[in-house]
């Protein structure tokens, strides 16, 4: 699932197999009042690395001018249309909204096996006391590692 429709071809035609949705998450609230969509900034350049954004100063400094219109869902609506039981992997990227799909998130209903986040904690201090790593370890996960921004955890 990916709200750049960039992102969503190349999946198609990277992993053929996959079921691809184009599509943005919104928080609980939000999709309860009403939201149904978001406004994504994206570049015009279609690539491999193809990105997006939701913050208006950070599409002006990238040069992200194409503005795009995303269906957008909430977690449980969405586990619900796609009629989910099981995922063993769950990779939380919402451009800087990470901490609200956390939020939503209930680890009774669907429990990944892992999970990776974006969390901008700036030091290894700061991360460990982050609300995306707390909240996680209070739902049964273990923080095991960490790429860049990415945090992963380990369910059990």
Not at 56 to 70: N, P, W, Y
Not at 104 to 124: G, Q
Not at 125 to 132: K, V, W, Y
Request: contains cysteine; aromatic residues 6%; hydrophobic residues 40%.
């Amino acid at each position: 699932m990916d709200a750049n429709p960039y992102t969503i071809e190349i999946f198609k035609k990277t992993r053929p197999a996959d079921r691809n949705i184009w599509a943005a998450i919104v928080s609980e609230r939000d999709y309860e009042s009403g939201r149904r969509e978001i406004s994504l900034r994206v570049s015009a350049a279609i690539g491999i690395s193809a990105t997006g954004t939701t913050d208006r100063d950070l599409a002006a400094s990238r040069g992200f001018q194409q503005e795009v219109s995303v269906p957008a869902i909430c977690m449980s609506e969405l586990i619900r249309s796609e009629m989910l039981q099981s995922v063993d992997y769950l990779n939380v990227d919402v451009e800087g909204c990470d901490q609200l799909i956390v939020e939503d998130f209930d680890s009774n209903i669907l429990a990944p096996k892992v999970i990776t986040i974006e969390d901008y904690s700036h030091s290894l201090e700061l991360l460990l006391l982050s609300s995306i790593t707390t909240k996680l370890s209070a739902r049964g996960y273990s923080l095991v590692g960490r790429a860049g921004p990415t945090s992963v955890f380990l369910r059990g």
